[in-house]
């Protein structure tokens, strides 16, 4: 799955279900669609930095998976927050 420029990337175990995403990016429909049909456990949002085109998806995701823990270079924490208000 792809933004403009970003690539988004869905891992997970395929035995014990366990989920992460990397750059929630794009449209998350399809992220949507691939958690339920898989029934998988959303336990990580990691992210590269913190840039509007790789967090843009994370609000409704964090929604829908309250449990799952973000993951983000401090620093870039800030420019994080800041974009997602």
Same mark, same amino acid.
């Given at each position: 799955?792809? /933004?403009?420029?970003?690539?988004?990337?869905?891992?997970?175990?395929?035995? #014990?279900?366990?989920? +992460? !995403? !990397?750059?929630? +990016? /794009?449209?998350?429909?399809? &992220?949507?669609?691939? !958690?339920?049909? *898989?029934?998988? *456990? &959303?336990?990580? %949002? %990691?992210?590269?930095? /913190?840039? %509007?085109?790789?967090?843009? /998806?994370?609000?409704?995701?964090? *929604?829908?998976?309250? *449990? +799952?823990?973000?993951?983000? #270079?401090?620093?870039?924490? !800030?420019?994080?927050?800041?974009?997602?208000?």
């Amino acid at each position: 799955m792809t /933004g403009p420029d970003t690539k988004c990337y869905l891992i997970y175990d395929k035995i #014990n279900k366990d989920a +992460a !995403i !990397i750059d929630v +990016a /794009g449209s998350i429909d399809s &992220l949507f669609i691939l !958690i339920k049909k *898989n029934k998988l *456990n &959303l336990k990580y %949002f %990691f992210f590269t930095h /913190g840039h %509007f085109d790789h967090v843009m /998806g994370l609000l409704p995701l964090r *929604n829908e998976f309250p *449990n +799952a823990q973000v993951c983000i #270079n401090q620093d870039d924490y !800030i420019d994080m927050q800041v974009q997602l208000e």
